[in-house]
């Protein structure tokens, strides 16, 4: 097992208590969100995806009444627009990927009240992305190289922004883009096992999320034992 080492980048909004939830025999850290609006990470390097990588992550939307607008599961927003936004359209069918300047929508159902996985791999031309473990569609949009505020989780917080509502859970973020046998394999496991074994490109995890402490982890490197 390779020690990583992190550095805790705590919440600049305070969540809600976590939930306990599980998908098959992996529980990822749950926060369950409501009307009370999203919350948020300072800005850091590691969460840049302009240069390529891969962010993971498990979301249950639980509104059943059409919201209005299209809920925000993560932001990565600066004064200078939108460098990259996930979403879940408002009847839970599909998820957008989008930037400042544009978005492409990927079919979906997610309307079971189940957590499913998200993995979008960003490469040099354009993003693919997978639920649970699938590929659903792939799209010549990227991540801009724009300033961040700050990475917003389940919303912006501004009026007429609107909120996500239901589960969120397990932040990933990588340096490089993943393989689809390792999204599969590891989508219900922990990155760093000392039994099953270490997700292969554990060098290249860049931030995971820690719900229960409220925190996101950034990864200042990674160790190998002797």
């Known amino acids: 097992m390779k020690p990583v080492l992190f550095t805790a980048l705590?919440?600049?909004?305070?969540?809600?208590?976590?939930?306990?939830?599980?998908?098959?025999?992996?529980?990822?850290?749950?926060?369950?969100?409501?009307?009370t609006g999203p919350f948020a990470f300072e800005p850091?390097?590691?969460?840049?995806?302009?240069?390529?990588?891969?962010?993971?992550?498990?979301i249950a939307p639980s509104w059943t009444a059409d919201p209005?607008?299209?809920?925000?599961?993560?932001?990565?927003?600066?004064?200078?627009?939108?460098?990259?936004?996930?979403?879940v359209t408002r009847d839970r069918d599909?998820?957008?990927?989008?930037?400042?300047a544009d978005e492409d929508v990927f079919v979906t159902d997610?309307?079971?009240g189940q957590l499913h996985h998200v993995a979008i791999n960003v490469m040099e031309d354009g993003v693919e992305v997978y639920v649970d473990g699938v590929v659903i569609g792939t799209s010549a949009l990227r991540p801009l190289a724009l300033p961040s505020s700050g990475l917003f989780v389940g919303g912006l917080g501004t009026e007429g922004s609107g909120a996500f509502e239901g589960a969120i859970a397990?932040?990933?973020f990588w340096k490089e883009p993943l393989y689809a046998e390792d999204i599969v394999a590891?989508?219900?496991?922990?990155?760093?096992?000392?039994?099953?074994?270490?997700?292969?490109?554990?060098?290249?995890?860049?931030?995971v999320s820690d719900f229960t402490t409220q925190e996101l982890l950034l990864v200042d490197g990674v160790e190998d034992t002797p």
Do not use: C, K
């Open 10 to 35: 705590a919440l600049a909004i305070s969540p809600l208590a976590p939930m306990a939830a599980s998908a098959q025999d992996y529980t990822p850290d749950v926060i369950e969100l409501s009307e």
């Open 94 to 100: 599909a998820l957008i990927f989008a930037n400042d």
């Open 44 to 58: 850091a390097p590691q969460l840049d995806l302009s240069g390529g990588g891969a962010v993971e992550f498990w």
């Open 186 to 207: 590891f989508r219900l496991r922990d990155v760093v096992d000392p039994v099953a074994g270490d997700h292969p490109d554990v060098d290249n995890l860049a931030a």
């Open 68 to 87: 209005g607008y299209d809920p925000p599961v993560i932001v990565n927003i600066g004064p200078q627009g939108i460098a990259y936004m996930v979403s």
């Open 170 to 172: 397990q932040l990933r």
């Open 110 to 112: 997610l309307a079971d």
